[in-house]
């Protein structure tokens, strides 16, 4: 199924199970390329979901990912028109293990440096704003880059902006070894409480279907959820700042 990936359109077409399965051989691939060029293993398996949610959802390249450090990037590079160049990643001459502007309209920011992603995509946010277009622009940030002090000046400048930008928060439970800290902490809390998560999508889908009163009670319902959110979930930090989360 690889083989017929040569950009994020020809990902639109696939199915949920053919999805899943190109999760697989994609995985596949890493593994051979990676176990011979070595490089980022594990936050690569471990990012391949997501990467083929956000270009299912989005149009890139007229939206925008930032990836934060860069090294989990090899999938998004395999499914932007690179899979055979995956083959010389890091390599003499190869494609780099990390975004380069100069390699693909697919990369929008050069990282390396790890915490920098929420910055730089809130200023293509406002860059946006001021020539007046619509395109979307999404920071992909880890647990343990989000520890980083540019990334939480970027979230305090963020928050408060009137510019919209969606963070995903790649919380995997891992940094470059076991993440520490006080934001570790309270990202541990909130995983805790991933049962609220799926019980409120549920009663969100069987309500909305009902004629009539299904949307009212939806929007009601969400208006409560923030005050039941603020007691179940300690500490609102993300929302208190100014992002839905
Ligand atoms: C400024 C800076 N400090 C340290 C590093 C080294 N470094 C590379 S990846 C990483 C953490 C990655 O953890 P996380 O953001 O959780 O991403 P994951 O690997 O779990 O996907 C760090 C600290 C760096 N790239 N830049």
Redesign the pocket.
């Known amino acids: 199924m690889l083989e017929q990936i040569n950009s994020p359109k020809d990902l639109k077409k696939l199915d949920i199970n053919e999805k899943n399965k190109l999760a697989e051989e994609i995985r596949q691939y890493v593994i051979e390329v990676i176990s011979e060029n070595g490089g980022?293993l594990?936050?690569n398996l471990?990012?391949v979901e997501l990467t083929i949610a956000l270009h299912s959802v989005f149009d890139m390249p007229k939206d925008k990912i930032v990836w934060?450090?860069g090294?989990?990037s090899y999938i998004h590079k395999i499914l932007t028109g690179r899979r055979e160049d995956f083959k010389k990643i890091r390599k003499l001459d190869g494609i780099s293990g990390f975004p380069k502007i100069n390699e693909s309209e697919y990369d929008n920011f050069n990282t390396?440096?790890?915490?920098t992603s929420i910055s730089a995509a809130l200023g293509m946010a406002r860059a946006r704003n001021l020539k007046n277009e619509s395109n979307q622009v999404i920071a992909v940030?880890?647990?343990?880059?989000?520890t980083?002090g540019m990334a939480l000046e970027a979230l305090n400048d963020a928050g408060c902006s009137k510019a919209k930008m969606i963070v995903v928060l790649?919380d995997?439970e891992?940094?470059?070894s076991k993440?520490i800290g006080g934001l570790n902490m309270f990202l541990s809390k909130l995983r805790t409480k991933r049962l609220y998560k799926k019980s409120n999508i549920s009663i969100k889908k069987a309500l909305i279907q009902v004629p009539i009163i299904g949307k009212p009670v939806v929007k009601i319902i969400q208006r409560i959820k923030r005050s039941i959110k603020q007691l179940i979930i300690p500490k609102m930090f993300f929302e208190d700042i100014g992002f839905t989360y």
């Open positions: 980022h594990a936050s471990g990012i934060d450090v090294h989990q390396g440096h790890s915490s940030i880890g647990d343990g880059a989000l980083g790649n995997n891992m940094s470059i993440n």
